[in-house]
């Protein structure tokens, strides 16, 4: 062998052990800060980020799922409500960031031909899933085919993960919401506080509202008929409903709703005016709330009992949009009237 082919062999063995140092320094800075929750989330400090909710779920659930026999289902405000305790029961949370009722349609088909039959049903409800343009789909590949999740190995030796591990790490979060060591999340508060609106005016292009899109919950409910029903609309800024009210889209917004309870054994309303949702010391944004909120919700969800919300069951609709009016008038209009 020549000098220049040692050398050119020499200069290889180098790139290779480079490589493999590099390589398994990204799989075990993945495996140890695992951001899409393979394992048991970060072992170093407790705190995961919502990365990629939408894998890092089926992640935690798959490998239990005859573990379970209750699910719920929602966006980033579902993804706060922790587990409700209902007797006999052990549920999952499967909310994720920006979730639409479409997306859990794909996974509630996903998870029924896996064989999951859940004796309860849970689904957070959104009003943003009624408003604007057709609703997107934005499930994983391997849920839309039915195919199992990326292995480990796979998803940790790239470079996303390891970015998703380094932001973590650096603290440099995507929202603000973080996961505990036991899965549950939470807000991460301002430095300085939320900050209501100081007037409401009608806006030039007002979203619309398709009342019609219940017809999708109907759809999930029906995966699985064997379960009971339960559902809550999650709680929201009481200026945001007013806003409804000042565009016009009260009427249209309330009959989603209403169409929607039709699907349900329960539904329970904490997006009408209340104070819980004219306070701005209990959230980050008007959509997102502190854990003593979502404690509420959760034991609400076992109770049946809306307080500080409604109960579309309970309620004549005449009655809960006689609710709504009194309530925006009082929590919204006289208080924005009175800071004037």
Same mark, same amino acid.
């Given at each position: 062998?020549?000098?220049?082919?040692?050398?050119?062999w020499?200069?290889?063995?180098?790139?290779?052990?480079?490589?493999?140092?590099?390589?398994a320094?990204?799989?075990?800075?993945?495996?140890?800060?695992?951001?899409?929750?393979?394992?048991? +989330?970060?072992?170093i400090?407790g705190?995961?980020?919502? #990365?990629?909710?939408?894998?890092?779920?089926?992640?935690?659930?798959?490998?239990?799922?005859?573990?379970?026999?209750?699910?719920?289902?929602?966006?980033?405000t579902?993804?706060?409500?922790?587990?409700?305790?209902?007797?006999?029961?052990?549920?999952?949370?499967?909310g994720?960031?920006?979730?639409?009722?479409?997306?859990?349609?794909v996974?509630?088909?996903?998870?029924?031909?896996?064989?999951?039959?859940?004796?309860?049903?849970?689904?957070?409800?959104?009003?943003?899933?009624?408003?604007?343009?057709a609703?997107?789909?934005?499930a994983p590949? #391997?849920?839309?085919?039915?195919?199992?999740p990326?292995?480990?190995?796979?998803?940790?030796? %790239?470079?996303?993960?390891?970015?998703? %591990?380094?932001?973590?790490?650096?603290?440099? #979060?995507?929202?603000?919401?973080?996961?505990?060591?036991?899965?549950?999340?939470?807000?991460?508060?301002?430095?300085?506080?939320?900050?209501?609106?100081?007037?409401?005016?009608?806006?030039?292009?007002?979203?619309?509202i398709?009342?019609?899109?219940?017809?999708?919950?109907?759809?999930l409910?029906?995966?699985?008929?064997?379960a009971?029903?339960?559902?809550?609309?999650?709680?929201n800024?009481?200026?945001?409903i007013?806003?409804?009210?000042?565009?016009?889209?009260?009427?249209?917004?309330?009959?989603?709703?209403?169409?929607?309870?039709? %699907?349900f054994?329960?539904?329970?309303?904490? %997006?009408?005016?209340?104070?819980?949702?004219v306070?701005?010391?209990?959230?980050?944004? +008007?959509?997102? #709330?502190?854990?003593?909120?979502?404690?509420?919700?959760?034991?609400?969800?076992?109770?049946?009992?809306?307080?500080?919300?409604?109960?579309?069951?309970?309620?004549?609709?005449?009655?809960?949009?006689?609710?709504?009016?009194e309530?925006?008038?009082?929590?919204?209009?006289?208080?924005?009237?009175?800071?004037?």
């Amino acid at each position: 062998m020549t000098g220049a082919h040692a050398a050119v062999w020499q200069y290889l063995a180098i790139l290779a052990a480079v490589v493999a140092v590099l390589t398994a320094l990204c799989l075990g800075a993945n495996v140890l800060i695992d951001p899409l929750w393979y394992f048991r +989330g970060n072992r170093i400090t407790g705190v995961n980020y919502a #990365f990629n909710e939408r894998v890092a779920k089926l992640n935690q659930l798959l490998p239990r799922l005859a573990e379970y026999d209750c699910v719920m289902f929602g966006s980033s405000t579902t993804t706060l409500v922790p587990l409700p305790h209902i007797a006999g029961r052990r549920c999952f949370n499967l909310g994720f960031s920006g979730g639409l009722v479409t997306e859990f349609l794909v996974y509630a088909k996903y998870l029924r031909a896996r064989g999951f039959e859940p004796k309860v049903l849970i689904v957070g409800v959104d009003g943003f899933d009624f408003e604007g343009p057709a609703l997107k789909l934005n499930a994983p590949g #391997f849920v839309k085919t039915g195919d199992d999740p990326p292995p480990v190995w796979k998803s940790y030796l %790239s470079v996303d993960a390891f970015m998703f %591990s380094l932001r973590t790490v650096l603290g440099h #979060f995507p929202n603000r919401r973080l996961y505990d060591r036991d899965f549950r999340c939470h807000i991460i508060a301002r430095r300085t506080p939320y900050q209501a609106p100081a007037t409401l005016e009608p806006q030039a292009q007002p979203p619309e509202i398709h009342p019609e899109r219940a017809d999708l919950y109907a759809e999930l409910r029906r995966v699985f008929p064997e379960a009971r029903a339960l559902a809550f609309v999650a709680p929201n800024a009481a200026w945001s409903i007013a806003q409804y009210k000042i565009d016009g889209l009260l009427d249209a917004y309330l009959e989603g709703l209403r169409r929607t309870a039709a %699907s349900f054994d329960t539904f329970l309303d904490f %997006s009408i005016p209340s104070e819980i949702t004219v306070s701005t010391t209990n959230t980050y944004d +008007g959509v997102h #709330f502190d854990d003593k909120v979502n404690d509420h919700i959760a034991a609400a969800l076992v109770s049946g009992d809306a307080t500080p919300g409604i109960d579309w069951k309970r309620e004549s609709t005449p009655a809960i949009k006689a609710a709504y009016e009194e309530r925006i008038d009082r929590h919204v209009t006289k208080l924005l009237a009175a800071q004037r």
